[in-house]
């Protein structure tokens, strides 16, 4: 017939509120350490979903990019770009692909011009699967077409920059602009692009480089503009995640026979961008966290201290309680709750105080942060533990005193 | 012929200081019936508060045999001597030895809680003992806003609550003034006319008039155990 947990909770709590200011300054090493945990993991969580969140609006998980490689030392003379006939080659082969994209030249801008105003653009050459791969389409007219890709012709998508520099409040759809020393017909404007970005210097606008982009039919610029036939890139987009590290390992064996065991190329998947990103910030959480445990453990250290005093000073207490029945283990439940209880206290303090300075954490470093409930259970419980694991010395000590010299201590 | 309730053979307890040994209690035998009002007297250090602890189940004997109600208690374990304390002995100590954080009502309820009475139960029990001491308009009243004399009502209230089989009493009136302890010992005789098992270790030569026996002990042994 030993007390019950709940008279243990009720006799505990009670205690804790009479010895208020005792209760706060112990439990201050847990409500430090929980909150660093909730601002860390949180932190760390703003990180990961901002990564995933470019991802995301560059195309997405299942986006696999092929692109030149940098680091090969071109010795032999293996092409270093895809003619479009060995892009329709590629294409044939990969049918599990969802969406296929060659690009032209994403890194050359060209001028372009229209009554009497000049812009300078990056003009890429693409297929009409690059809004599908992209997830962006057009706000105003029409994307490119298969009909314009075969039929070479000379038309145009313009970002909304290249609208507002070029047009103004204009309606660019059907007029004709200049680039490349070529008339182009304007088709469509492509949808205003923003995500807010990390740091101010400069635009706020991560995005805005899209915004200056202009978009003609691939095959418009390797037959009728350049000369080169050169396209160094293009872009793979599958149904589902679980395709791509086949799909890769798939892709790089079709490359390298294409380049006779030559990596020219590289094939990059966004998803092993996301891992690599977790994987970085990782190391950034096990470190804070190690931290926040050494004030955990400090905060331990502190509150069996303090609950060894507290036995000490309630020794007449206990010899009571136990002239009056209390078993040994009903004593060792009171002090061990009344530990817990204070830690759990703390942790859920240490949340709330985490939670609240994170608002002004992530304004100050212009960052998003993501709170959710199972940090902060994770939090509570682990404060919890630190009661658990350092209360029980001091519960020990109070269960073993002798009932006759508890009784006559002064 | 009276029903033996407690019964003690050769009781002894040595305190080990390490160079010396100190015989607190040197072969004690006795006997107390049910009902029975006894007193211990005797000068300090004489041994009677050891014996009160033995008796009170507080502590154990390092030899002889003490016997309550049929138990042989110097062989249980500390887990069933508070068993016992909570069920067959209720204490009233001369310093009172309440809860000074809980109100009376809570400090009374103390021993029902020990023995898992649900909450109702034990509070209605609680009530009803402290209104028989006179106390039932004090209820959450802490221990320090009463009298002296108030403050022994209530350990005596908890000292009965379960029901005990003996009430011990260890200079009860110690800390009282002269009327406060006259009020506290008619409160006692109450308690032995209604047929409990009293002991009480004592100075005061009032108990004399309520005891039925009065045992005297000097230097760890009984020098009388004659019936008053």
């Known amino acids: ?410 | 012929m009276q029903e033996v309730i407690i019964k003690t053979e050769n009781l002894e307890k040595v305190y080990d200081m390490g160079k010396h040994k100190v015989t607190a209690l040197d072969g004690i035998d006795i006997e107390i019936y049910r009902g029975e009002f006894l007193a211990i007297m005797g000068p300090s250090g004489s041994g009677k508060s050891t014996l009160m602890h033995i008796l009170g189940c507080l502590d154990t004997p390092t030899g002889g045999d003490y016997i309550l109600e049929d138990r042989e208690v110097s062989k249980l374990k500390k887990r069933q001597l508070a068993t016992v304390r909570n069920q067959k002995i209720g204490f009233v100590f001369q310093t009172f030895n309440l809860l000074p954080h809980l109100n009376i009502l809570k400090n009374v309820e103390l021993p029902l809680m020990y023995c898992g009475v649900p909450h109702a139960k034990r509070k209605k029990r609680a009530i009803e003992i402290l209104e028989q001491v006179g106390l039932g308009d004090r209820l959450k009243h802490k221990p320090s806003e009463l009298s002296g004399g108030q403050r022994q009502r209530v350990a005596i209230a908890r000292a009965i609550v379960n029901e005990p089989a003996i009430i011990l009493a260890d200079e009860p009136t110690g800390n009282l003034d002269t009327n406060s302890g006259s009020d506290i010992l008619s409160i006692f005789s109450e308690l032995h006319h209604k047929g409990n098992t009293i002991i009480m270790v004592t100075h005061d030569q009032r108990v004399a008039g309520s005891a039925n026996r009065i045992i005297h002990i000097i230097d760890g042994k009984i020098t009388n155990g004659d019936i008053a």
């Open chain 1, 1 to 410: 017939m030993a007390i019950s947990l709940r008279e243990s909770v009720i006799v505990g709590l009670s205690d804790l509120w009479i010895r208020k200011v005792r209760t706060v300054v112990t439990v201050l090493g847990i409500v430090l350490g929980t909150m660093s945990i909730i601002v860390v993991l949180s932190l760390v969580k703003g990180v990961n979903k901002m990564t995933e969140q470019w991802l995301q609006e560059r195309g997405g998980a299942t986006k696999i990019s092929v692109h030149r490689n940098w680091e090969y030392n071109r010795e032999n003379n293996e092409r270093w770009y895809f003619d479009f006939k060995e892009l329709r080659l590629i294409e044939s082969l990969i049918p599990e692909a969802l969406y296929f994209n060659p690009q032209f030249n994403q890194w050359q801008w060209y001028r372009a011009f229209y009554n009497g105003k000049e812009f300078w653009a990056p003009v890429m050459g693409v297929f009409p699967d690059f809004t599908k791969i992209e997830e962006w389409d057009v706000q105003k007219g029409r994307f490119l077409n298969n009909f314009d890709l075969d039929a070479y012709n000379d038309v145009i998508v313009i970002g909304t920059t290249v609208r507002d520099e070029l047009f103004g409040n204009e309606n660019p759809i059907g007029k004709y602009i200049y680039v490349m020393d070529r008339k182009f017909q304007v088709i469509g404007i492509m949808r205003h692009r923003y995500m807010k970005a990390r740091n101010q210097i400069g635009d706020d606008n991560a995005l805005e480089y899209l915004n200056r982009r202009c978009f003609v039919p691939l095959s418009t610029v390797l037959h009728k503009v350049s000369n080169e036939n050169r396209v160094q890139s293009f872009d793979v987009k599958l149904r589902d995640v679980s395709q791509v590290i086949p799909f890769k390992d798939k892709l790089d064996a079709i490359l390298l026979n294409l380049r006779h065991g030559h990596q020219i190329f590289t094939v990059e998947s966004a998803k092993e961008r996301i891992d690599q990103s977790s994987q970085d910030t990782m190391v950034f959480k096990i470190v804070f966290i190690m931290i926040s445990s050494i004030s955990l453990f400090v905060g331990g250290i502190v509150i069996t201290n303090i609950m060894l005093a507290t036995i000490q000073e309630r020794t007449r207490e206990i010899g009571i309680r136990m002239a009056t029945g209390a078993r040994r283990f009903d004593i060792f439940v009171q002090f061990l709750v009344q530990t817990v209880l204070t830690t759990l206290i703390g942790g859920i303090l240490g949340v709330m105080l985490g939670i609240s300075i994170l608002g002004k954490v992530s304004s100050f470093i212009d960052m998003e942060v993501v709170v959710d409930v199972k940090m902060i259970v994770l939090a509570v419980i682990i404060s919890a533990g630190v009661g658990l694991v350092f209360g029980i010395a001091p519960a020990i000590h109070a269960s073993n005193l002798n009932p006759v010299k508890a009784l006559r201590y002064e």
